[in-house]
């Protein structure tokens, strides 16, 4: 589960075995034991929450859409 971003003790990631077929792109972040996942494609959305609250949540998503592009180049250079 490469790590591709750290941002203010979030831990951005994605697991290497996931799914067959393979899910679009997405992300998931983690801190402590909290844990959100984010489409990146289409657009950005949320795709599961477990732990974080609503205005975590924003937060997280803003990060996700400032590093969208870095996070889905990661995205397809370790799935490629």
């Known amino acids: 589960m490469p790590v591709v971003l750290r941002v203010d003790g979030?831990?951005?990631?994605?697991y290497?075995?996931?799914?067959?077929?393979?899910?679009p792109a997405h992300i998931h972040v983690l801190r402590g034991r909290d844990e959100a996942k984010f489409w990146l494609l289409?657009?950005?959305?949320?795709?599961?929450?477990d732990g974080?609250?609503?205005?975590t949540l924003n937060r997280i998503g803003k990060l996700v859409?400032?590093?969208r592009d870095?996070?889905?180049s990661a995205w397809h250079e370790h799935f490629a």
């Open 10 to 14: 979030f831990r951005f990631l994605f």
């Open 16 to 23: 290497s075995n996931e799914g067959h077929p393979r899910e």
């Open 42 to 49: 289409p657009e950005i959305a949320l795709a599961y929450n």
């Open 52 to 55: 974080f609250n609503a205005r």
């Open 65 to 67: 859409g400032l590093h």
């Open 70 to 72: 870095d996070l889905e």
